[in-house]
């Protein structure tokens, strides 16, 4: 899955939704060198890909694909069901998505200097660019995947899978209704929540394991209005005021008040 869909199984614990991005970075056994709870994140994480891999309808939707587009239909797939869920965001989650995106925003923003390099660039992508609120604008869907094309050294192949992806877009919708439950289920398993606050470093100071010196500048912040350097669109828009901490949607977890220090 994607980053909005991770984000969003997160329940907008803060330990899921740092998880939900070291995922991608932090490779092998965990062996306690993260906090606890930080841990349980990115497990979630990996348990979420791997049900993903496995699952039935994945593996349905990704023999429309050609021998060429084959080792491209993952990660079509994974942000095409993002756009689902943008589409369909009022079936799984009360806060309106442009609040949701604040919240995890803020959370990113504010753990910044404790990410290793390359998490901390995509999270500055992220909130620079506005994309968990973006990933359902067809220019951005795109052009996503084609920047992804570019560095994959496939660019025509990536235009051809994309196709494929619109013309079975009624089989892919869904798949991803019918598929996207089961995960929202999964996320809300008591092995996910609970649990005592995650100590964190104070920001500008990064945590040895690492492997990067402390202090510096966290991310920089792009100014409210900004246009895009990405994709052509509107400017993004100012955030809606956040809102104060509480019970998130999953059971068993609450979240610490945004307007808190990490």
Same mark, same amino acid.
């Given at each position: 899955?994607?980053?909005?869909?991770?984000?969003?199984?997160?329940? +907008?614990?803060e330990?899921?939704?740092?998880g939900?991005?070291?995922?991608?970075?932090?490779?092998?056994?965990?062996?306690?060198?993260l906090?606890?709870? *930080?841990?349980r994140g990115?497990?979630?994480?990996?348990?979420?890909?791997?049900? $993903?891999d496995?699952?039935e309808r994945l593996?349905?939707?990704?023999?429309?694909?050609?021998?060429?587009?084959?080792?491209?239909?993952?990660v079509v797939?994974d942000?095409?069901?993002?756009? !689902? !869920?943008t589409?369909h965001?009022e079936r799984f989650?009360a806060?309106?998505?442009?609040?949701?995106?604040?919240?995890?925003c803020?959370?990113l923003?504010?753990? &910044? /200097?404790t990410l290793?390099p390359a998490?901390?660039?995509?999270?500055?992508?992220?909130v620079e660019h506005?994309?968990l609120?973006?990933y359902?604008?067809?220019e951005?869907l795109e052009? $996503?995947?084609?920047?992804?094309?570019e560095? *994959?050294?496939?660019?025509r &192949?990536?235009r051809? /899978?994309? &196709?494929? /992806?619109?013309?079975?877009?009624?089989?892919? +919708?869904e798949?991803? @209704?019918?598929?996207?439950p089961q995960?929202?289920?999964?996320?809300?398993?008591p +092995?996910?929540r609970?649990?005592?606050?995650?100590?964190?470093?104070?920001?500008?100071?990064?945590?040895?394991?690492?492997g990067r010196?402390?202090?510096g500048?966290?991310?920089k912040? %792009? %100014?409210?209005g &900004?246009?895009?350097p @990405?994709?052509?669109g509107a400017p993004?828009?100012?955030?809606?005021?956040?809102?104060?901490?509480g019970?998130?949607k999953?059971?068993g977890?609450?979240r610490?008040?945004?307007? %808190?220090a990490?």
């Open positions: 899955m994607n980053h909005l869909a991770h984000f969003h199984l997160a329940g +907008e614990c330990h899921l939704v740092l939900a991005l070291l995922g991608d970075y932090v490779k092998g056994p965990l062996t306690g060198a906090p606890q709870a *930080l841990e990115i497990r979630l994480h990996r348990r979420v890909d791997a049900f $993903t496995g699952h593996r349905a939707l990704r023999v429309h694909f050609g021998p060429g587009e084959r080792r491209l239909a993952g797939i942000l095409f069901f993002d756009f !689902l !869920l589409r965001w989650h806060p309106a998505l442009r609040e949701f995106s604040t919240r995890v803020l959370i923003e504010r753990h &910044a /200097a290793p998490a901390a660039r995509q999270a500055r992508r992220i506005d994309l609120c973006r359902g604008e067809v951005v052009g $996503t995947l084609e920047r992804l094309g560095v *994959l050294r496939q660019p &192949a990536m051809s /899978a994309i &196709a494929v /992806a619109w013309s079975r877009m009624r089989e892919f +919708e798949s991803f @209704l019918a598929f996207y995960l929202v289920e999964i996320a809300g398993a +092995e996910f609970g649990g005592g606050p995650v100590i964190f470093p104070p920001w500008g100071r990064r945590p040895l394991f690492w010196p402390s202090g500048p966290g991310p912040k %792009a %100014a409210v &900004a246009p895009n @990405l994709f052509s993004r828009p100012p955030p809606e005021p956040r809102s104060s901490g019970p998130s999953f059971t977890c609450e610490a008040p945004l307007s %808190a990490g």
